[in-house]
């Protein structure tokens, strides 16, 4: 079985140096990029299967790297791999393209496993997360079934849109549409929008 091809993105040396070191014999990696443009430019060379980026990253942000990354057409499997611990930047990294968002305070262990996931199609989010409320395991939550408006809705939701601009673009009111959400956190036991989308995610519900 072929190893998984992966490319780090971390200007912090040591710190890569450690991940270089604790990942060599999993994985096949195909080197460190130190800022954003490097990474860009390395993920079009390399066309790896995995990246693992920081969030805070010289010349340009992880966001905006993963951002040309997608636009250049790349199909990599994109985790951040970062220290903020910030629903919003959860939420962010998956609308620009990222297949998962883990802590660096991590086990090694569950990093590993992120890999795999993301590169087995799946997505991740690391259960550090103290800002996203742990909510139904994935198990349960797949029982609630939601309705062809809901997915839609959920979709929308996903992509940054705000609950008038999604009621504009079904053309319903927004009032149904927030009615919308509030079923679908109901079904799925959450409590907030990042909760949401970190559950959908897992579920597949939303791409």
Same mark, same amino acid.
């Given at each position: 079985?072929?190893?998984?091809?992966?490319?780090?993105?971390?200007?912090?040396?040591?710190? =890569?140096? !450690?991940? &270089?070191?604790?990942?060599?014999?999993?994985?096949?990696?195909? %080197? #460190?990029?130190?800022?954003?443009?490097? *990474?860009?430019?390395?993920?079009?060379?390399?066309?790896?299967?995995?990246?693992?980026?920081?969030?805070?990253?010289?010349?340009?942000?992880?966001?905006?790297?993963?951002?040309?990354?997608?636009?250049?057409?790349?199909?990599?499997?994109?985790?951040?791999?970062?220290?903020?611990?910030?629903?919003?930047?959860?939420?962010?990294?998956?609308?620009?393209?990222?297949?998962?968002?883990?802590?660096?305070? =991590?086990? !090694?262990? &569950?990093?590993?496993?992120?890999?795999?996931?993301?590169?087995? %199609? #799946?997505?991740?989010?690391?259960?550090? *997360?103290?800002?996203?409320?742990?909510?139904?395991?994935?198990?349960?939550?797949?029982?609630?079934?939601?309705?062809?408006?809901?997915?839609?809705?959920?979709?929308?939701?996903?992509?940054?849109?705000?609950?008038?601009?999604?009621?504009?673009?079904?053309?319903?009111?927004?009032?149904?549409?927030?009615?919308?959400?509030?079923?679908?956190?109901?079904?799925?036991?959450?409590?907030?929008?990042?909760?949401?989308?970190?559950?959908?995610?897992?579920?597949?519900?939303?791409?």
């Amino acid at each position: 079985m072929e190893r998984i091809r992966l490319l780090l993105a971390d200007d912090h040396v040591m710190f =890569a140096q !450690g991940l &270089e070191s604790l990942l060599g014999d999993e994985f096949e990696l195909l %080197g #460190n990029a130190g800022n954003g443009e490097e *990474l860009v430019a390395a993920a079009m060379r390399l066309q790896p299967d995995v990246i693992l980026v920081d969030i805070s990253m010289p010349v340009l942000n992880g966001f905006d790297a993963v951002r040309r990354i997608r636009k250049g057409g790349s199909q990599a499997r994109i985790i951040f791999l970062t220290m903020h611990d910030d629903e919003r930047l959860v939420a962010e990294a998956f609308r620009c393209g990222g297949s998962g968002y883990i802590l660096k305070q =991590a086990a !090694g262990d &569950e990093l590993v496993h992120a890999i795999k996931a993301v590169a087995g %199609g #799946n997505n991740y989010v690391s259960p550090l *997360l103290t800002n996203v409320p742990v909510g139904p395991s994935p198990v349960i939550a797949h029982k609630k079934n939601l309705t062809p408006r809901q997915r839609e809705v959920l979709e929308l939701i996903s992509r940054g849109l705000t609950m008038k601009e999604i009621a504009a673009q079904l053309n319903i009111s927004t009032r149904t549409a927030e009615s919308h959400k509030y079923e679908m956190m109901q079904a799925l036991g959450v409590e907030t929008t990042a909760e949401l989308l970190k559950y959908s995610l897992r579920l597949g519900l939303i791409s």
